[in-house]
């Protein structure tokens, strides 16, 4: 009798995908989402708000230092909150415009 060999196939759930960047004016609540902008405030040490040419976000940086300044521009990668009252981008990953990427270490959903 000869042996049958079998495949199984493990179907892991993925992480969401970033998305193509989109303006800000189509951000959804609870949904992921790339933004670019520039930075327009800051509300404190580890929260911004981006402006494009559509509107404008408050992102949040997430608990480390980020250092940035007003007027750079960025691409935001990122997860919109649910909140009903002030929707807020929760940043995963920032990248300036000289390329360098910044990952936020601590995430919040």
């Not at 004016?25 to 580890?46: I, K, M």
């Not at 708000?49 to 949040?60: F, K, M, P, S």
């Not at 009252?85 to 910044?102: D, F, H, S």
């Amino acid at each position: 009798m000869k042996p049958i060999l079998l495949s199984i196939a493990l179907l892991v759930p993925a992480m969401p995908a970033f998305a193509d960047v989109i303006p800000i004016s189509e951000l959804q609540r609870g949904q992921p989402a790339t933004v670019a902008g520039v930075v327009e405030r800051f509300h404190d040490e580890d929260e911004i708000r981006l402006r494009d040419e559509t509107g404008t976000v408050r992102v949040y940086l997430g608990p480390q230092p980020v250092a940035l300044d007003l007027g750079q521009r960025i691409e935001v990668s990122g997860f919109m909150d649910n909140d009903l009252i002030r929707n807020e981008l929760y940043a995963r990953e920032i990248v300036a415009e000289n390329g360098e990427t910044i990952t936020v270490e601590r995430r919040y959903e």
